[in-house]
């Protein structure tokens, strides 16, 4: 069970801000707080007009250019036709404008979710949608400020799915993802809607384990070797009966034929404990050493041994199981 203080809640600096005081991120930063204005930008929420923005896309553009040179033609030449077609275009464009706006108009961001990470893996961020208007939602896309981006899928009427996006890591610690984007350019792409939000939460990357990893320091156990066991337990061997025996343990056989009454005896073996700690490795680099017992964790639990940490003020006690395993690797990310 886990002993020392609560984590540290440091954040992992966001690829993006290499410089906290650039134009760009100032921007940004006037950009949310202008947003968070308008109404919610966190997970749950529900997508209504003051969060949608929509503008023409390049071929969007285009086709205005070419129906506004059509209009200008047609005036010139008195060409009925040409006006007809002149507003038939821009009619089909004004509705594939309000399309696009009710594509997004009423989607529920439930939440976001992500599994923990070695550093430099792939964070696999699943965003869930829910759609309650019973209108089937098409050509929906997920992407972040990174560029990265999740395929199109449609959303059923009155449904729910998710969106998977995958984000690079670099570094341990909490990892906060960003401004992300849900946008869609349904039906014709002449115009996209979109709409931003943040997830809710940071997630936790793991330190990356190192390369080549000294042996584990199987000389620093706390207990080893065997203890007395029952029925269940391995078969040790034969000793002289005491008092107190239980009677089903007598082997009569053998007693006859040492002429003395012996009882079996039982053993189980005690596996080794074993205390991880950042001054064990040797190593004078802080980084390279918590890499060093990460993998020392992961081959212990591979091996099914009984180990625990002691990072200083941080200590987990000795056990095993995928749920230590996650504690120590969690206790190794926060380290400061």
């Known amino acids: 069970m886990w002993s020392g203080k609560s984590w540290s809640t440091r954040p992992l600096t966001e690829l993006s801000q290499t410089d906290p005081g650039s134009l760009k991120n100032r921007l940004d930063r006037l950009f949310a707080r202008w947003l968070k204005r308008r109404g919610p930008v966190t997970p749950p929420f529900r997508l209504n007009y003051r969060q949608i923005f929509i503008l023409p896309t390049g071929f969007g553009c285009l086709l205005g250019a070419i129906a506004f040179a059509m209009l200008i033609s047609s005036l010139n030449f008195n060409n009925n036709m040409g006006l007809f077609t002149t507003f038939l275009v821009a009619g089909i464009a004004v509705l594939s404008m309000h399309i696009a706006y009710r594509n997004l108009e009423g989607i529920t961001i439930r939440q976001c979710t992500a599994e923990p990470v070695f550093a430099g893996q792939d964070l696999a961020l699943l965003v869930r949608l829910s759609e309650d208007s019973n209108r089937l939602r098409s050509g929906l896309r997920l992407s972040s400020q990174d560029d990265a981006r999740t395929d199109v899928i449609r959303l059923k009427p009155a449904d729910h799915d998710q969106m998977m996006l995958t984000l690079p890591t670099v570094e341990r610690g909490w ?48 207990n080893s070797g065997e203890k007395p066991g029952d029925e269940g337990d391995e078969y040790h061997g034969l000793r002289s009966w005491r008092e107190g025996d239980p009677i089903h343990r007598i082997a009569w056989k053998a007693s006859q034929r040492h002429q003395d009454l012996l009882a079996r ?35 212990s639990d591979q091996r099914g041994l009984q180990y625990g940490l002691e990072l200083g003020a941080v200590r987990v006690d000795t056990g095993s199981g995928r749920r230590h395993r996650d504690r120590c690797l969690n206790a190794l990310a926060e380290l400061p």
């Open 175 to 222: 990892f906060k993802p960003g401004r992300l984007t849900l946008a869609t350019r349904h039906p014709l792409g002449l115009f996209r809607a979109w709409s931003v939000f943040w997830p809710e939460q940071q997630f936790l990357v793991w330190p990356k384990p190192a390369d080549q990893a000294p042996a584990l320091p199987l000389s620093n156990r706390l």
């Open 265 to 299: 005896e039982f053993t189980q073996p005690v596996q080794d404990e074993l205390l991880f700690s950042i001054d064990q490795t040797g190593v004078r680099e802080r980084e390279r050493a918590i890499s060093i017992v990460t993998s020392w964790v992961l081959e």
